[in-house]
């Protein structure tokens, strides 16, 4: 059996804050720093150990993959960053807070906006001083694959191809392997893997700091997958992303 961990960061100052965050690279807030040590012991706690680790290139997602590799005493393995394991891209939406918006333009628009598979949110216009090409660590990546904004569907394009090539050569060299992302880009692997449909992946929620796990027959096939930890308080932590967009 092989698996593997999936690591929504820790809490952000702007999920603190209620606000849509996408690529805008926010730190990890007080709660967020203790989520990934929590995260770090309950992996120690099963006994979980890795060979390699992947992030996306968003501070939240690289500081809570240290404050865990540091709690296993794994700081020496490699580990690799990527632009695909970016959170969704939320446009001009980014910097807003949620529940603002949803006076604004109603509950059921900014749930479409956050959750659905296909409907972008306004996208950003080419002047904008938050684009991805405006930043150092994007220089090299090819403009046309920067986004003004994102659907789960196109952030859906962008991650999987990262897992085809990056994460199932190491699965079937039977390496253990935990990927510190984001909870868009986490539910485009759940997605993926699970073959969950447009409708239903509108209510899955990643909650902040848990850990993941999913494990799989010797041809990849996902047999099943579970968070580790306390199973009230995780349920608690879900409904809490879930509520976000309440007015």
Do not use: C
Request: no cysteine; proline share 4%; aromatic share 8%.
């Amino acid at each position: 059996m092989k698996k593997i961990i999936f690591l929504r960061h820790g809490e952000s100052t702007w999920n603190k804050e209620n606000k849509f965050t996408g690529w805008t690279d926010v730190d990890l807030s007080k709660k967020g720093l203790l989520e990934a040590k929590d995260a770090g012991i309950v992996l120690r706690d099963n006994s979980f150990n890795f060979d390699i680790a992947f992030t996306s290139v968003l501070k939240r997602a690289i500081k809570t993959l240290n404050i865990v590799l540091d709690e296993l005493d794994l700081n020496w393995i490699p580990t690799e960053k990527d632009w695909r394991l970016n959170e969704r891209h939320y446009g001009s939406l980014q910097g807003l807070n949620k529940s603002d918006t949803a006076k604004k333009f109603g509950e059921k628009q900014v749930k479409i906006w956050r959750r659905s598979y296909d409907i972008k949110p306004p996208e950003l216009s080419d002047d904008d001083i938050r684009l991805p090409s405006k930043e150092k660590k994007y220089e090299n990546i090819p403009s046309n694959l920067l986004p003004k904004t994102e659907s789960l569907k196109i952030t859906v394009e962008r991650v999987i191809p990262f897992w085809e090539e990056k994460i199932i050569p190491l699965l079937n060299q039977n390496k253990r392997i935990i990927i510190s992302a984001h909870g868009n880009s986490i539910r485009a692997l759940v997605k993926y893997l699970d073959n969950v449909s447009e409708k239903n992946i509108l209510e899955l929620n990643i909650p902040t700091g848990i850990p993941l796990v999913y494990e799989f027959d010797q041809n990849l096939n996902p047999l099943k997958n579970y968070y580790l930890g306390d199973q009230e308080k995780i349920l608690s932590e879900i409904n809490n992303v879930k509520n976000q967009g309440i007015k």
